[in-house]
């Protein structure tokens, strides 16, 4: 077992027995669940609509490169700059390289799982860079030193109370301040800080390719300040999130507002194409869109695996599993969490490292139910299993107990050799570990030939 693995599970024994943890997020994933049911109704029909996405994803990941392409070739003709990362550490020299040269001392950064993939606020402390969260959940975060719990809400686990008591700790606000109120404290310090700000960077929820823009939806505005205050303005963004077309974007923003948190429509929907051209007066003068691959295109290369990269990260999947519903989002240990981190974690990191996240699930299957791009994520939870063992990535332990089970159940004098208490007895104790936290393996106390053959007599 992993280091990684035996974390996990200990960080989820914990998380699981807690019951004060499980009231505050079964209390926010309840009042999602009341309001999507309205979002669906915009659509006439659900099930095409989420057929099409799915198709429009498909097309764009089969033909990644030269979307990519086309989108660097539009967006280089306003103006723009298109960097290419390999991987993070790649992605975060660009970022530095630009910050250098911009003189920046303070960063204004919107909501963006993919800068957290990259640990970058940890690496611009490092480089003596502030780096502000703007988005208000982010922003509770950051103060309390934490990562985001769900790629979509990231505090979820925390109650008002919880945020009150932050604050005053940090901030030394009134305890018993309103969530109104504390919303308008975040405001006024953020307010300085997005005129302080050399550089802004967002994430994109998506890359149009064929009017080289990218789109960024958000429910504060803080988005949009952050990249049209500061005078240069960063995008990092996976490039999985290509669409083909700005059409597309009138099926994606439904989808992902009503999947996301069962809005109709989100509140900021913005597409910005490049820095400010010379008849405008708002916006950056400079725009850099960094496309990271940080082992995407080994999830490309990957056949089975590649519906994975058609996600929207719409979060709606975390909310349905009875996992995460448990356990909880920092339990994972990784950047993506609930089903969909289960399914791109060991392939964008290590597969000996997080192969255990595909056995957190119960299969039932509802996290595929409610995708948006209809992911087939418990197949592909299974896919995993399958890959880690078959990349060798199981205990000696293991794979002889399963070697004895596959011999003995594929010989009938062997399972017709003893009485099923025996038979209770013996493989309980080869598979110990089950035990921990499942329930005992019980045979049945006749043979199935003993079975048959009196059914034969009857
Ligand atoms: S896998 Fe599907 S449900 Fe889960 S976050 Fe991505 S788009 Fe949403």
């Known amino acids: ?57 498909w097309r764009a990941l089969e033909t990644l490169d030269q979307k990519l392409e086309e989108f660097e070739l539009q967006f280089n003709k306003r103006g723009g700059k298109v960097l290419w990362a390999q991987d993070a550490a790649q992605a975060l020299e660009q970022i530095l390289q630009i910050c250098k040269e911009k003189n920046c001392k303070t960063l204004v950064k919107s909501k963006s799982m993919v800068t957290e993939e990259i640990h970058l606020n940890d690496f611009l402390q490092k480089n003596n860079i502030e780096s502000v969260e703007t988005d208000l959940g982010e922003y509770i975060q950051q103060l309390d030193g934490e990562a985001p719990y769900h790629i979509v809400t990231p505090a979820m686990h925390k109650s008002k109370e919880d945020v009150a008591k932050l604050f005053a700790e940090k901030l030394g606000t009134d305890l018993k301040l309103t969530p ?9 310090k953020l307010r300085e800080k997005y005129t302080q700000a050399e550089v802004g960077i967002t994430g994109a929820n998506f890359i149009i390719s064929d009017i080289g823009a990218i789109a960024v939806t958000e429910n504060e505005g803080n988005g949009r ?12 963004a ?70 994975s990269l058609y996600c929207i990260r719409c979060g ?18 990784a950047t993506y969490s609930g089903p969909i981190g289960s399914v791109i974690t060991p392939h964008l990191q290590s597969m000996d490292e997080y192969k255990h996240l595909s056995y957190a699930s119960s299969l039932c299957g509802n996290c595929t139910e409610v995708c948006p791009v209809r992911i087939n994520l418990h197949e592909l939870l299974l896919e995993n299993r399958n890959e880690a063992v078959e990349t060798g990535f199981v205990s000696f332990a293991e794979k002889f107990a399963w070697k004895l089970w596959k011999r003995a159940s594929l010989n009938r004098s062997m399972m017709n050799m003893s009485n099923g208490n025996i038979k209770n007895r013996i493989v309980n104790k080869i598979f110990k570990g089950w035990q921990k936290h499942r329930s005992e393996l019980h045979f049945s106390k006749k043979t199935f030939n003993e079975m048959w053959k009196e059914r034969y007599k009857q």
């Open 1 to 57: 077992m992993t280091d990684t693995s035996s974390t996990f599970i200990a960080k989820s024994n914990i998380k699981s027995a807690d019951l004060e943890h499980r009231q505050k997020i079964n209390f926010n994933i309840a009042r999602y669940n009341a309001v999507v049911p309205q979002g669906k109704h915009q659509f006439s029909d659900l099930a095409l609509a989420r057929e099409r996405a799915k198709n429009i994803k």
């Open 180 to 188: 109104e109120q504390l919303t308008l404290v975040a405001r006024e």
């Open 225 to 236: 300040l952050s990249c049209a205050f500061p005078k240069t303005h960063i995008v990092v």
């Open 238 to 307: 996976g490039i999985e999130k290509v669409i083909p077309s700005v059409n597309d974007l009138s099926l994606f923003w439904p989808l992902l507002s009503t999947y996301g948190t069962g809005q109709k429509i989100t509140v900021y929907n913005t597409i910005i194409s490049g820095p400010k051209q010379p008849n405008e007066t708002d916006g950056p003068e400079e725009m850099y869109v960094i496309l990271l691959d940080n082992n995407r295109t080994n999830i490309l290369a990957n056949a089975k695996q590649r519906e």
């Open 316 to 333: 709606a999947c975390l909310n349905a599993c009875p996992v995460y519903k448990n356990i909880g989002g920092h339990t994972y240990g």
